[in-house]
């Protein structure tokens, strides 16, 4: 009988002095990009003498919570109460998240586990549509929510997202990944599509949807509806939050309240998702 074919495998030859140079390189990458964040929290508990300091500091050194007074009394002074705002801003994010990830996951499967006639085209359609920023789009979207009588209204911010090519495009790009073998032993023990597409399809692309959940939840949050909505009573939370900001130089503290303010819902989804999100982007082929 003949030998066994071994296959061995060599650690990379690094030296310490390297493994060292190499996490220095990361962690200066790392505090460089984390720079904006940290100016931002900074200058949310600056008092007002050292917002305008040049040039300006990544330190506090008189720390305040004036600003999210101030904030917390403009908020409580508006005629339309400051809960109303919240609501309109979290109906519109939940709304329009889940029903993203349900229309993006339900066109993706028969894009990327079926065959048909238009599925070359329609997947060449996808990749040519992500090349459009939401900009190009505002003026015939207007159009289509006016002719649907959806102004002034929260479809008119939660339709557009359930839309959002980037979510296709991700659902269609981790369901190719889904086993064919898998799925025909579903129908043969009988399962329908949409049995499948919810309990076999569903679970195994979590990381894809936790990734839609975030990428969905952060673009809803940060809509004003300006274009969209007109009545005060369904105005989101951001357009309350630019309005109080927006009066000039006296109120720089509360504005870096607000920005900090804003920030904080997208951060805490990431952070209790981001490991869904760095699995699905490998995948994805997205760098």
Same mark, same amino acid.
């Given at each position: 009988?003949?030998?066994?074919?071994?296959?061995?495998?060599?650690?990379?030859?690094?030296?310490?002095?390297?493994?060292?140079?190499?996490?220095?390189?990361?962690?200066?990458?790392?505090?460089?990009?984390?720079?904006?964040?940290?100016?931002?929290?900074?200058?949310?508990?600056?008092?007002?003498?050292?917002?305008?300091?040049?040039?300006?500091?990544?330190?506090?050194?008189?720390?305040?919570?004036?600003?999210?007074?101030?904030?917390?009394?403009?908020?409580?002074?508006?005629?339309?109460?400051?809960?109303?705002?919240?609501?309109?801003?979290?109906?519109?994010?939940?709304?329009?998240?889940?029903?993203?990830?349900? %229309?993006?996951?339900?066109?993706?499967?028969?894009?990327?586990?079926?065959?048909?006639?238009?599925?070359?085209?329609?997947?060449?359609?996808?990749?040519?549509?992500?090349?459009?920023?939401?900009?190009?789009?505002?003026?015939?979207?207007?159009?289509?929510?006016?002719?649907?009588?959806?102004?002034?209204?929260?479809?008119?911010?939660?339709?557009?997202?359930?839309?959002?090519?980037?979510?296709?495009?991700?659902?269609?790009?981790?369901?190719?990944?889904?086993?064919?073998?898998?799925?025909?032993?579903?129908?043969?023990?009988?399962?329908?599509?949409?049995? %499948?597409?919810?309990?076999?399809?569903?679970?195994?692309?979590?990381?894809?949807?936790?990734?839609?959940?975030?990428?969905?939840?952060?673009?809803?949050?940060?809509?004003?509806?300006?274009?969209?909505?007109?009545?005060?009573?369904?105005?989101?939370?951001?357009?309350?939050?630019?309005?109080?900001?927006?009066?000039?130089?006296?109120?720089?503290?509360?504005?870096?309240?607000?920005?900090?303010?804003?920030?904080?819902?997208?951060?805490?989804?990431?952070?209790?998702?981001?490991?869904?999100?760095?699995?699905?982007?490998?995948?994805?082929?997205?760098?």
């Amino acid at each position: 009988m003949g030998k066994r074919a071994t296959i061995s495998w060599k650690k990379p030859n690094r030296s310490v002095g390297g493994n060292i140079v190499i996490f220095a390189i990361l962690i200066i990458l790392g505090v460089f990009t984390a720079l904006p964040l940290i100016y931002t929290i900074v200058n949310a508990f600056k008092p007002f003498d050292e917002i305008f300091i040049f040039p300006p500091r990544l330190y506090v050194r008189r720390p305040t919570l004036d600003n999210f007074v101030l904030l917390f009394q403009l908020a409580t002074n508006m005629w339309v109460p400051f809960s109303r705002y919240v609501f309109n801003s979290l109906f519109i994010c939940v709304v329009g998240t889940i029903g993203h990830i349900l %229309i993006a996951s339900l066109a993706a499967y028969p894009l990327a586990k079926h065959q048909f006639a238009a599925k070359r085209i329609i997947n060449e359609i996808i990749v040519l549509a992500l090349l459009f920023t939401p900009q190009v789009t505002y003026i015939p979207l207007y159009i289509i929510m006016s002719n649907l009588k959806l102004i002034d209204t929260y479809g008119a911010l939660i339709f557009p997202a359930w839309q959002m090519t980037l979510g296709l495009f991700l659902m269609r790009q981790f369901m190719t990944q889904i086993p064919d073998a898998l799925l025909e032993a579903a129908k043969i023990d009988g399962a329908h599509e949409l049995g %499948i597409w919810w309990r076999i399809v569903m679970p195994n692309v979590k990381p894809a949807w936790l990734t839609l959940m975030i990428l969905s939840f952060q673009q809803l949050w940060n809509q004003t509806g300006g274009s969209f909505i007109f009545s005060e009573s369904l105005k989101p939370l951001p357009t309350l939050m630019s309005q109080i900001a927006a009066a000039g130089i006296a109120r720089a503290g509360v504005g870096a309240a607000v920005a900090l303010v804003l920030m904080i819902p997208p951060i805490i989804l990431f952070i209790i998702s981001q490991s869904s999100v760095m699995e699905t982007m490998v995948n994805a082929g997205i760098k």
